[in-house]
C-alpha cells in the first residue's frame, strides 16, 4: 500500500510539472506574435474587418435567399403576359385586351440611335458595370437630397429587367433589396447584349405594349426597324413612366420627355447638337387609333377578366376567344341605351344606365356598362351591386309557389302588416283587402310579398335568390321581400334567364370557345349540355303568366312589344336611387338599370318609365325580321297588322341575320326600321301612363334593415 501510496504521488507531481513546463513552452512561443504599437494595431484592424466580413457575408446570404427563389423555378413573370384577340359570335375581330409584344427582332435589327437613346437615358455605364451602378446610385441619391423629392432614379437597365421579369412594382426596401441580387445573377447568367435585349423586349410601353418593337407599331405604325431619330427619343422616353409620356395620352409631355432624351444623347457624347436639330424641330406624333371605337369595350373588359381564369394554367401567352355578343344587337343596346337617357335623363336627374342581353339559355349577345366607355371604364352591368326594388319580387313568389304550393290565383290579404317595429306601405298608401297574387304583382304591392316573406320565412327566399344566379352576398333582413339587397344587372338577367327557360339553369356566358395563336383549342362551351333544372315547370309558368300580366296590364306597360309576348317587373327603391326594367321573351332575356354612381336620387324615376322604354326600344329592333319564339307558359297570339308591300319579307330568303353583317350595314337596316316604324305608327296602341311604386315606409323615424 506504501509503494501504491508513493508511485501514485509520485505520478501526479512530475504530470502537473510536465504540465506547467509545456505551459511555461507555450508561453515562450506566443510572445513571438505579441505586438506593439503600430503592428499591434493594424493586427486589430484587419482581424476586426474578417469577422465583420464573415458577418456581412452570413447576412448577405441571408437577404439573397428570398431573391433568389424567384429564379428557382426558371420562369419570367407571367401575371399580366396574356394577348387576347377577341371575336364576335360570327368570327369577325371586334376588339383585343392584354399585351401586345413582339420579341422577333434581334438586338442588331434595332436602329443604333435608339440603343443610344436609352443608354443615354436609363443607364449610360449599362456596358460598364457589374449589374448595379454604384456611381450612377450615388449621383442619383445627390441629386433627390438636393430637390427634396424624387428626381432621378439610380437602378440600372439590369435592375429594371430584374424587377420586370421577377417581381412586382411595390416601392420597399424588401423589393429592392432583391432586386439587387437579381441584377447580379443576371449579370452572371446572360452577356450585356441579351440582357439589353430582354429589357427591349419586357419593357412596358403604355397602352398595353410590351417591348419597343410592339411599341413602335403602335404608336407609329411602323416597324421598329424604320423608325427615325425624334420616335426613337420618344421611345426612349417612355421607359421612366410609359402612362404619362405615352404619346396617345399626352402628346405635349411625350414631346418635351423626347427633348430631353436628345439632350442626354447630346451630353453623353452619342450625337452631337447638329445632329440632333433635325429631331427637335420635327418631333415625332402619334398615328390616329380608331381600332376600339366600335368595340363593346364593357363587354370585352368582363370577358378578358374570363378568360385570365380560364388559361392560368397555359404555357401560351396569345390566345383567339370567340365570343358570344352579336355585333347587330349590341349596337342595338347601345342606341337604346343612349338615345333614352341623352332624350330624358336630364329631366329625370339621372346620368348612368346599364344593360344586360342574353338568350334564354346563357350566351351574352350584348352588354351595356354605362353611357360612356371613354369617360368611364366603370362596368355598371357587372361591377356595380345595386338594390333592385320590385324586380326582385319574382323570386319571393316564386319560393311561395315551390313551398306553399300557392297559384297566381292564391288570394291573399292586402292589409297592414309588421314585422317587428317596421310595418311597409304601399305606393298608393291604401290597401285593396284580398287580392290574388296575380294581381299583387301586376300592381306592385308591398304587404303581399312581405306577408309571403313571414309564411315562407326570409332564408328560403335568399337561398331562391342565389339559386337562380344571384351571386352577390347580402344580408337577409326583414325588408328583403322588397328588394332591399345589392345585385348586379349581370346576375338579374341570368336569374330571369331561368323563367324564360322553364325553369332551367341559365347562367350568363360569354364565351363560346378558346384558341392558342396556334390554333390549338383550350376551351370550349357546349350549348347543348344538359341543364340544371333549378325551379319546377310549374313554377316558372306561374311566374311567366304573372310577369306577362305586368307588362299587359300592370306597372310594366312602357315594355309591350307589339306582335311579341314580352314578361317582366320594374323596380325602384326607396327615395328613387335605383330604376330597373327585367324581363324576357322567347328570344331574349334583358334587363336595364339607371341611377347615378353617386348614390343621388333622381327626380322620381321608376322602372316602369325611362328603363321599361329602353327595354322595349331595344326588343322592338331585336325582334324585327326574325322569328319570334314562344314564351314557356303563355299562350299569345300576334293580332293581324298591315304591312307595306315594302317591308313583306321575301318568302324565298332566309331569316337569320347575315354573320358577316357590319356596322355601316346596321345602321342603314336601323333607318329603314325607322321608316317603317314611321308608317306603322298610327296602327300602334298608345301605351298607358304607369308608374311603379318603390317601396315607402308609414310616416315615423327610418327604420335600419334588421341584422
Known amino acids: ?38 503592428k499591434r494595431l493594424l493586427v486589430e484592424i484587419f482581424s476586426d474587418a474578417l469577422s465583420f466580413l464573415t458577418i456581412g457575408l452570413v447576412l448577405m446570404t441571408a437577404l439573397a435567399l428570398p431573391a433568389f427563389d424567384a429564379t428557382a423555378s426558371g420562369e419570367f413573370n407571367r401575371a399580366e403576359d396574356y394577348s387576347v384577340i377577341f371575336l364576335d359570335r360570327y368570327g369577325n375581330e371586334i376588339g383585343r385586351r392584354g399585351i401586345r409584344t413582339d420579341d422577333s427582332f434581334e438586338l442588331k435589327d434595332l436602329p443604333d440611335y435608339l440603343i443610344k437613346a436609352t443608354l443615354a437615358t436609363e443607364d449610360r455605364r449599362f456596358y460598364e458595370h457589374f449589374g448595379i451602378d454604384v456611381l450612377g446610385t450615388l449621383r442619383a441619391l ?51 447584349d441579351e440582357i439589353l435585349k430582354l429589357y427591349f423586349d419586357r419593357a412596358y410601353m403604355g397602352g ?51 427633348n430631353e432624351v436628345l439632350t442626354n444623347m447630346v ?132 319560393t311561395a309557389f315551390e313551398m306553399l304550393d300557392y297559384t297566381p290565383q292564391t288570394v291573399v290579404k292586402d292589409t297592414r302588416v309588421c314585422i317587428g317595429n317596421w310595418c311597409p306601405n304601399n305606393y298608393s298608401r291604401s290597401f285593396r283587402g284580398n287580392v290574388t297574387l296575380m294581381t299583387a304583382l ?36 326583414r325588408s328583403l321581400a322588397l328588394g332591399v339587397a345589392s345585385v348586379s344587372v349581370l346576375d338579374m338577367t341570368s336569374a330571369y334567364g331561368v323563367f324564360a327557360s322553364g325553369g332551367l339553369k341559365s347562367t350568363a356566358q360569354g364565351i363560346s370557345r378558346i384558341t392558342t395563336l396556334r390554333g390549338e383549342e383550350i376551351y370550349r362551351f357546349d350549348p347543348e349540355a344538359p341543364r340544371e333544372r333549378l325551379i319546377s315547370a310549374r313554377t316558372a309558368q306561374y311566374i311567366n303568366s304573372m310577369l306577362r300580366n305586368v307588362v299587359t296590364s300592370g306597372t310594366g306597360r312602357r315594355a309591350r312589344v307589339e306582335g311579341v309576348p314580352a314578361a317582366g317587373k320594374t323596380g325602384t327603391t326607396t327615395s328613387y336611387r335605383d330604376a330597373w326594367f327585367a324581363g324576357y321573351t322567347g328570344n331574349y332575356v334583358a334587363t336595364v338599370w339607371m341611377g347615378n354612381d353617386n348614390y343621388r336620387p333622381t327626380r322620381r324615376l321608376t322602372g316602369g318609365r325611362l328603363p321599361a322604354m329602353i327595354w322595349q326600344k331595344f326588343m322592338e329592333l331585336a325582334h324585327s325580321n326574325i322569328e ?16 307595306a308591300q315594302s317591308e313583306a319579307p321575301d318568302q324565298q330568303a332566309i331569316a337569320e341575320r347575315p354573320p358577316s353583317l357590319t356596322r355601316e350595314a346596321a345602321s342603314k337596316l336601323d333607318s329603314l326600321i325607322d321608316i317603317f316604324s314611321a308608317a306603322l305608327v298610327n296602327q300602334r296602341p298608345v301605351p298607358r301612363r304607369s308608374i311603379d311604386p318603390p317601396a315607402r315606409p308609414l310616416p315615423g323615424p327610418p327604420m335600419q334593415p334588421e341584422p
Open 1 to 38: 500500500m506504501l509503494e501504491a501510496d508513493a508511485w501514485l504521488d509520485s505520478s501526479l507531481f512530475d504530470f502537473f510539472q510536465s504540465l506547467g513546463q509545456g505551459y511555461t513552452r507555450l508561453q515562450d512561443a506566443m510572445n513571438v506574435f505579441h505586438l506593439y504599437g503600430l
Open 142 to 192: 445627390l441629386s433627390n437630397i438636393q430637390a427634396n423629392s424624387v428626381v432621378e432614379g439610380g437602378s440600372s437597365i439590369t435592375q429594371q429587367l430584374a424587377k420586370n421579369l421577377f417581381l412586382s412594382s411595390e416601392r420597399t426596401i424588401e423589393r429592392k433589396i432583391k432586386e439587387a441580387f437579381l441584377a447580379l445573377w443576371l449579370e452572371a447568367h446572360y452577356t450585356k
Open 208 to 258: 398595353g405594349n410590351f417591348g419597343v418593337a410592339a411599341a413602335a407599331e403602335f404608336y407609329f405604325g411602323k416597324s421598329v426597324k424604320d423608325i427615325t431619330l425624334s420616335e426613337a427619343a420618344m421611345l426612349g422616353g417612355m421607359f421612366k413612366a410609359p402612362s404619362r409620356y405615352a404619346p396617345h395620352v399626352d402628346l405635349a409631355a411625350a414631346r418635351a420627355r423626347a
Open 267 to 398: 451630353q453623353a457624347g452619342f450625337l452631337t447638337e447638329g445632329q440632333v436639330t433635325a429631331a427637335r424641330r420635327l418631333p415625332a406624333k402619334a398615328v390616329e387609333r380608331f381600332d376600339d371605337v366600335e368595340s363593346p369595350n364593357y363587354f370585352l373588359d368582363w370577358a378578358f377578366e374570363k378568360v385570365k381564369q380560364i388559361v392560368a394554367d397555359s404555357d401560351a401567352a396569345g390566345f383567339v376567344v370567340r365570343t358570344t355578343i352579336d355585333p347587330v344587337l349590341q349596337s342595338y343596346a347601345e342606341q337604346a341605351v343612349s338615345s333614352i337617357l341623352r332624350e330624358n335623363g336630364e329631366a329625370y336627374g339621372v346620368d348612368q344606365a346599364a344593360m344586360v342581353v342574353m338568350e334564354p339559355s346563357g350566351p351574352v349577345r350584348a352588354m351595356v356598362g354605362g353611357l360612356d366607355y371613354g369617360r368611364s371604364q366603370y362596368n355598371r352591368a357587372t361591377a356595380s351591386a345595386r338594390q333592385p326594388g320590385s324586380s326582385f319580387k319574382p323570386f319571393v313568389y316564386a
Open 442 to 477: 301586376t300592381r306592385s304591392i308591398n304587404t303581399v310579398p312581405v306577408t309571403l316573406s313571414i309564411r315562407t320565412g326570409r332564408q328560403p327566399i335568399a337561398d331562391m335568390a342565389h339559386r337562380l344566379g344571384i351571386t352577390s352576398d347580402f344580408p337577409v333582413t
Open 628 to 643: 319570334v319564339k314562344p314564351l314557356f307558359g303563355v299562350d299569345f297570339t300576334p293580332p293581324p297588322r298591315a304591312i
